[in-house]
């Protein structure tokens, strides 16, 4: 059975920076490419970016609003994904979701862990 | 980037009803379409992909058409269980954009 548990949530200040993690198991987490998705209080969802997998060249791609400040990455050894956000604003605040894709983005989903973003 | 317009943004419908989202994309994405239901306070649940192949485990009630520019989700007998918020997902071009969800509620 597929499971991604996500870790690192919590509150921090504008221009601060948090470190979330996504343990997988129960796949071939090498293989996979993994996308973050994200979803302010109350509104949609929000594609936030996604790694390739070593094997297909490893690449990343972001949204616009969070190009230049958040880093997605893996270790593949330790069968988790990580998302670096650095420069954080209110705007940031979320639950933010990892997730495999396959046949497409986003096909299986973590719980997701919640990002606050406040003075 | 491509956007995706749902409607409606809610619905009132009652248990055994047909119900039909639709999707609609600013440029043709061929079938790179999939659809989510999220229920309160859960991650969203992929229901179908490449726009009509139903997901592992999810009710054959549900299904999904369309192709190009215009998709549709039907649920063809609503279930108590059924009652969430419904989104569409184009991965056809990037960045992947998400429809603004639809929600379905208890008539």
């Known amino acids: 059975e597929v499971q991604l548990v996500e870790s690192g949530g919590g509150f921090v200040k504008p221009g601060g920076s948090l470190r979330l993690s996504c343990a997988a198991s129960g796949f071939t987490f090498s293989n996979a490419w993994m996308s973050w998705v994200r979803q302010a209080p109350g509104k949609g969802l929000e594609w936030v970016g996604r790694?390739?997998?070593?094997?297909?060249?490893?690449?990343?791609d972001y949204a616009a609003p969070v190009k230049g400040r958040f880093t997605i990455s893996r270790d593949d050894s330790k069968n988790t994904l990580y998302l670096q956000m650095n420069s954080l604003k209110t705007e940031d605040t979320a639950v933010y979701y990892c997730a495999s894709d396959w046949e497409g983005i986003a096909d299986q989903w973590g719980q997701g862990t919640l990002v606050t973003v406040s003075s | 980037d491509i956007q995706m317009t749902q409607s409606p943004s809610s619905l009132s419908a009652s248990v055994g009803d047909r119900v039909t989202i639709t999707c609609r994309a600013s440029q043709g994405i061929r079938n790179d379409l999939g659809w989510y239901q999220q229920k309160p306070g859960k991650a969203p649940k992929r229901l179908i992909y490449r726009a009509s192949s139903l997901q592992n485990g999810v009710p054959p009630r549900f299904s999904g058409s369309g192709s190009g520019t215009e998709f549709t989700l039907t649920i063809s007998s609503l279930q108590p269980e059924d009652f969430a918020t419904y989104y569409c997902?184009?991965?056809?071009?990037?960045?992947?954009?998400f429809g603004q969800g639809t929600k379905v509620e208890i008539k």
């Open positions: 790694i390739k997998s070593k094997t297909d060249d490893g690449t990343t």
């Open positions: 997902l184009q991965h056809n071009n990037y960045p992947p954009t």
